[in-house]
């Protein structure tokens, strides 16, 4: 008999500790042991950190502000603008047959036509909507992506 061994990991990067201090609590309240090396809890640049990192992630979930301009970050972050750059560096670190979420509050925003012609992308916003939120004016949009498999 063999046994695989499975190893389960969370890694929460943001760059304000408040959110994490929060994620760490929402933990705790759901019965996870947040002091076990399984549950890491980043304060950092999600573009750099997933630059530096060389891990692979099964499952990645991405859920970034509309518009940033934190003393912590150089410049600014407009989700507009910089979602490619921010997907592209995720899937980079996202195993061949993973899956990432990708979701955001801008009403306006408009997937850049260049990550669906490079992954395969399903929007997946009229399953997050809640059953009490207008459906047809969506408060987010949120997105399936994976790696394009070969035939």
């Known amino acids: 008999m063999q046994r695989l061994?499975?190893?389960?990991?969370?890694?929460?990067?943001?760059?304000?500790?408040?959110?994490?201090?929060?994620?760490?609590?929402n933990f705790v309240l759901n019965g996870l042991d947040v002091s076990r090396?399984?549950?890491?809890?980043?304060a950092a640049d999600i573009f750099e950190w997933i630059k530096d990192n060389t891990e692979q992630f099964d499952v990645i979930f991405i859920d970034p502000p509309t518009f940033s301009n934190s003393k912590k970050f150089q410049g600014t972050f407009d989700v507009q603008r910089d979602h490619a750059a921010l997907i592209n560096r995720a899937m980079n670190r996202l195993t061949s047959d993973g899956v990432l979420y990708f979701s955001n509050n801008f009403t306006r925003f408009e997937l850049d036509e260049q990550l669906t012609q490079r992954y395969d992308i399903i929007d997946i916003t009229q399953k997050t909507i809640g059953f009490d939120f207008n459906i047809k004016?969506?408060?987010?949009?949120?997105?399936?992506?994976?790696?394009?498999?070969s035939l």
Do not use: A, C, M
């Not at 890694?11 to 609590?25: A, E, M, P, R």
């Not at 004016?137 to 498999?149: D, L, N, T």
């Open 137 to 149: 004016k969506p408060i987010h949009q949120s997105f399936e992506i994976r790696h394009r498999q």
């Open 5 to 25: 061994l499975v190893r389960k990991k969370v890694t929460s990067v943001d760059l304000s500790q408040n959110y994490l201090d929060w994620g760490k609590q």
């Open 37 to 42: 090396n399984k549950y890491q809890f980043v």
